[in-house]
Nanobody, 128 residues
C-alpha cells in the first residue's frame, strides 16, 4: 500500500511563501504520477499541480502558474509544493495524491477520481 503524508501547512501572510512536503512510502514506481490537490470548505477538491515520478513537471492549474512549483526528491521519497506569493484564496486543505500511470488527458489528470492514493491533507491558511 502506498502511503502519502503531507506536512508543511500552516498560517502565512499574503504574499509569503510556504513549502509543502509529501512523504511517500510503499511501492512507488517510475510510471507514477504525483499530484497536489486543494480543497476548501464546501468545495470539491481541485487540481493544483502534477509531476511524474520519473520525469518532469506535467502541469499546473492556471490559478497557481508562476507562483507554485511542484518538485520531487526521489532519494528522499518526497514530493514538494513550493508556494510563493500566496493569496487568501489559496487557503485550502492541500492533499498529495498518486496514480500508477500518467493520465493521458487533461480531464483525467485533473480529476480526483483518477488517483488511488491520497494523503490526509495539510491545512494552508493565508491571511490578508
Amino acid at each position: 500500500q502506498v502511503r502519502l503524508v503531507e506536512s508543511g501547512g500552516g498560517l502565512v501572510q499574503a504574499g509569503g511563501p510556504l513549502r509543502l512536503s509529501c512523504a511517500v512510502s510503499g511501492r512507488i514506481f517510475s510510471s507514477y504520477t504525483m499530484v497536489w490537490f486543494s480543497q476548501a470548505p464546501g468545495k470539491e477538491r481541485e487540481f493544483v499541480a502534477a509531476i511524474s515520478w520519473s520525469g518532469g513537471v506535467i502541469g499546473y492549474a492556471d490559478s497557481v502558474k508562476g507562483r507554485f512549483t511542484i518538485s520531487r526528491d526521489n532519494a528522499k521519497n518526497t514530493v514538494y509544493l513550493q508556494m510563493n506569493s500566496l493569496k487568501p484564496e489559496d487557503t485550502s486543505n492541500y492533499y498529495c495524491a498518486a496514480t500508477s500511470c500518467r493520465p493521458d488527458t487533461t480531464v483525467v489528470l485533473t480529476t480526483q477520481g483518477a488517483y488511488a492514493y491520497w494523503g490526509q491533507g495539510t491545512q494552508v491558511t493565508v491571511s490578508s
